[in-house]
């Protein structure tokens, strides 16, 4: 490794970052998964932690969903959900974390018979508690999976409506192909008018049209992945000249398929382009990495430069749902992490 790229990867572990995409599914552990089988008397189809983790060799989302989804099945009481955000928060923080906005699948837990109220409270307990325990800052944005009808998504959007002020969003998760934005038009529309925060999957494996149509259908603030708009020049310069924030998560990119190999990623000419790139986890737990891992085997294979991670994050801060006042104080501590590195 090259002097820059070394002190490139020092430099990502130590500066302060926000994470924009995460489903808190996605960071439960093969050993919580267990422990948590074995508090609820749930029987897993895998005789213990290392047969699971031998299942995680995914060959395209719908083989990593198939395994998400089974995992998720020893969720069932609130302190289940409270113990797997806490659980995440903490690799978060010791990663520099110092703002979360976590996705949530509550039809994944309804549709087994566990009520929403459950869910919300458990991960929303744990983001307070985090935030008195280490100082980290966390909300939640609840997600509808698009592989189920618009109805779904709209009845689920009702249901969440007496824990409004526990979420800050909604976003647009699970399997893209066949499932276009425009699909939920009506429930983005609906949740606009709430005042809800609003993010989508695209162009994850879905094509770049996804992408306009999150963008001009659904109106959304921010892209999840994004990575296909490359394809698309015109696309691409249009998401610089918006400055529309995509949430890249490499390293499940490369566990799913979505590229070969982490060298021919597109994500430093998205960022040499002018796209507001910024670099998450998305389902830690699963592709083997948190965060500040997901920097550093970037850094490595595309040969960021320090200046490029410093963007990378400041652009986590500006994408990100917080007030004014609190980003200009993440920058700030931003800078003067980078200043002592300086010297
Ligand atoms: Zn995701």
Known sequence: MSPSTIAAIDLARAIPKAELHVHVEGTLEPELIFQLAGRNGVTLP???????????????????????????????????????????????????????????????????????????????RACVDAGQELGISAVLILCFLRHLSEDDALATLEAALPWRDRFIGIGLDSSEFGHPPEKFARVFARARELGLRLVAHAGEEGPPA???????????????????SIEEPALVARLASERMPLTVCPLSNLKLKGVQDLARHPLRKLLQAGVCVTINSDDPAYFDGYVTENYAQTIEALKLTPEEVVQIARNSFEASFVDEAQRQQWLDQLQSVVTKFEE
Do not use: N
């Not at 609130?78 to 797997?84: K, L």
């Not at 306009?212 to 659904?218: I, K, P, S, T």
């Open 46 to 124: 895998y005789d213990d932690v290392e047969a699971l983790r031998k299942a995680y060799a995914f060959t395209d989302l719908q083989s990593f969903l198939d395994i998400y989804y089974a995992g998720a099945s020893v969720l069932l009481k609130e302190q289940d959900f409270y113990d797997m955000a806490m659980a995440y928060l903490r690799c978060a923080h010791a990663d520099r974390v110092v703002h979360a906005e976590i996705f949530f699948d509550p039809q994944t837990h309804t549709a087994r018979g566990v009520p929403m109220q459950i869910v919300i409270e458990g991960l929303h």
């Open 210 to 228: 996804y992408i306009r149509q999150a963008l001009d259908v659904l109106q959304v603030e921010r892209i999840d992945h994004g990575v296909r």
